[in-house]
């Protein structure tokens, strides 16, 4: 019953908004794209009726009315900004399909007994300011709302200052309005349900993940005249480190071990000076979490090793760990009879990507639905997934929000 | 005969400007530091009645008269340009001794038969530009003028326009004048004089140098969701390549082989994503050029290797080739018969970096002396030279200059 035709049409709108050389977009969360792509949303859904909330860590709360307001809502969403080279879908899909619910709706003069949120999270990628998803983690009580504020980027400009640069500094207070329960729709990001030809996951988890500021520090010196056993070259021991852990995640046969280096900077780099001082950014995650404590120990070992052998000073500091979540049996289920009534091949999985529903099921039922994603290529420009894969989503979103709110 | 104490405070006044945060220099080619650098030493050399001359390449050639004008001058210089976070000796004591060296003349009132230059070559370093030496090498006829102009820096800037941003694009053609003679004096920049005790370098030659510009593209994804086996992480395949080549480099034991990493950038990077794609550059010297040559080898060898285990398009691409050097044994002689009038222990030594005598050797009969380098450090802020070591470095190339000008 929703209109994949529109749904598509709203997708291929928002990725105007941004967009890259190789069909991509970046609309990096809260630059003037990303609040561009806010302000086209909140145009979509004014249109229709509904009443924007903003909260102090620019989180928008988007209401549809029930027949029973004094009720606690029922809340969809996912977020709009993107990663520097990001995709047309991962999270728009999740915001755009929530619209298409609210529009399904009114097509049919359905009005559900709970409100409805559509909630579009801040920050979600963590690729402008670590950590991801800090917005949901600040509503979910995970992060106080003044230091969510003073989280910088790169440049130094904190998320408060950016908030009020594009105009989206809000007055609710953060952890507004309580949600009776949170179903978030998204592109798997992986290649699972695709090499298994299944249309749907339905998501029970998601894997724990931790981040580290990593800091090697050497001696910069001559590339020509420095002999190499004088050498205190802090790129050769961040080398080791990365090679040696790429060897650790490999030979995991279950492939449950992820290792990422996503960033790395040389102080003052020259061709012909030994690097002096690198800085570098680690991924972990698991889906078990004593497994994720095994692999910090083995990093932190591996780190020392290649600072020994080196002669360098390593520093590293976690700067964000998400534990391994598990969401609520109750949201599972619904999501599981939508996806079986629509009579497509499904599976219950766990997320490997963080999602804003990570945060927020810890102060809400929540679950969420996968769709296919080509290639399993996601963080990437050439991400895509099928307009039929996105109807498809959006129908169980559809059915399973109409449950919860009906409940 | 020469002023140690007035040498030593023209190198703290050079320093002076663009010094950087822990005690050494920051005048990258043609930056607005190294032309102000450039104007002190030109100020400096017009109180003493030279006469300044400014080539295509923004290479200075400042004349002291000498008996026999028509004579082809012997010349003495080096460079002011620094690294990033450069030392104060590098460059600058060669050209700062040839201003005392002709201070001192003035001061005994010593004329010699051939005139005398005191050159400033453009672009030493090669940091902002590459290749390092570029404007002795166009001036020995080993780049074209058109070509060197064309040079652009990382933000995009011809070499070009920065010398005419800077007011450093000379009328003089390149190649003029004729050298009958180059003496330079350099600090070693690596720790051999220093570990055996020696006060001066008799420089006979230097090691050949190639600069190559690698570039590593695989497939950026999402650094949770995509299995490790699934990856075509660039970053990965560029940490093993840098692993092997180190070792490879570590194993000769002959302390020849020289590879160096220096510059390392991913694209777009992401804390959250698996490098799509890294450019790195690599620096590999050796004393033997079949050596070089085997060295070459393995290089591609290995990022061949790199690329086929982690599924990464591997590309090479050598920017640069310094052939191995031998100075000339007359002008080798002048140094040695200088050091050795000096009393101090002195060796004779091939250099480890590469300086503007190596072109400048290729139209005229060069030599150069080292003095010790604290710690072996050199393209660092720690970089230092004593002030001892400083005159002696000045008085040995005074004589030899006062040599080769009166024959
Ligand atoms: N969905 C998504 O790409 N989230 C970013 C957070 C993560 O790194 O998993
Ligand atoms: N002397 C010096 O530092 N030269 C730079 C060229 C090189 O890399 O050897």
Redesign the pocket.
């Known amino acids: 019953s929703i209109d994949g035709q529109r749904l598509w049409s709203s997708l291929m709108a928002m990725a105007e908004i941004g967009p890259t050389a190789n069909g991509g977009s970046c609309r990096l969360a809260l630059s003037e794209e990303d609040a561009a792509g806010r302000r086209l949303l909140i145009e979509w859904c004014k249109a229709i009726g509904c009443t924007l909330r903003v909260d102090r860590v620019g989180n928008l709360f988007i209401r549809r009315l029930g027949k029973r307001d004094d009720l606690d809502p029922v809340a969809t969403g996912s977020h709009l900004d993107t990663q520097p080279k990001g995709g047309r879908f991962d999270g728009i899909l999740g915001v755009l399909a929530g619209l298409e619910v609210f529009r399904t709706l009114d097509d049919h003069g359905i009005i559900t007994e709970r409100p409805l949120e559509l909630v579009v999270w801040t920050n979600e990628e963590g690729s402008r300011f670590a950590p991801a998803m800090v917005a949901s983690g600040t509503y979910a009580g995970a992060f106080s709302v003044e230091s969510t504020l003073a989280r910088r980027d790169r440049d130094g400009i904190t998320l408060g200052e950016a908030l009020a640069a594009t105009g989206f500094a809000g007055e609710m207070e953060v952890g507004e309005p309580r949600l009776v329960g949170f179903l978030e729709l998204h592109i798997e990001q992986g290649p699972v349900l695709e090499e298994n030809r299944e249309a749907v996951g339905v998501v029970t988890g998601v894997q724990g993940m931790r981040w580290f500021d990593v800091t090697l520090r050497g001696q910069s010196s001559?590339?020509?005249?420095t002999p190499m056993r004088y050498r205190r070259d802090a790129l050769a021991a961040a080398a080791r480190l990365i090679d040696r852990l790429q060897g650790h995640a490999l030979a995991d046969t279950s492939g449950d071990t992820k290792v990422t280096v996503g960033c790395l900077d040389i102080d003052s780099p020259s061709?012909?000076v030994v690097p002096g001082e690198v800085r570098l950014t680690l991924d972990l995650r698991h889906v078990e979490e004593s497994e994720l404590d095994a692999l910090e120990t083995h990093f932190e070992r591996e780190l020392a090793a290649a600072g020994e052998t080196f002669d360098i000073e390593t520093r590293s500091e976690r700067v964000w760990a998400s534990p391994v979540v598990e969401f609520d049996v109750g949201c599972i289920d619904a999501v599981e009879r939508a996806a079986r009534a629509q009579g497509v091949p499904y599976r219950r999985m766990m997320s490997g990507a963080g999602h804003d529903a990570v945060y927020v099921s810890r102060v809400a039922p929540t679950a969420m639905i996968f769709i296919p994603c080509r290639d399993g290529i996601s963080h990437n420009e050439a991400e895509y997934a099928s307009p039929e894969h996105c109807a498809l989503g959006a129908q169980v979103l559809f059915d399973a929000v109409l449950e919860r709110a009906n409940t």
Request: glycine content about 16%; charged content about 15%.
């Open positions: 001559h590339a020509g005249p061709r012909n």
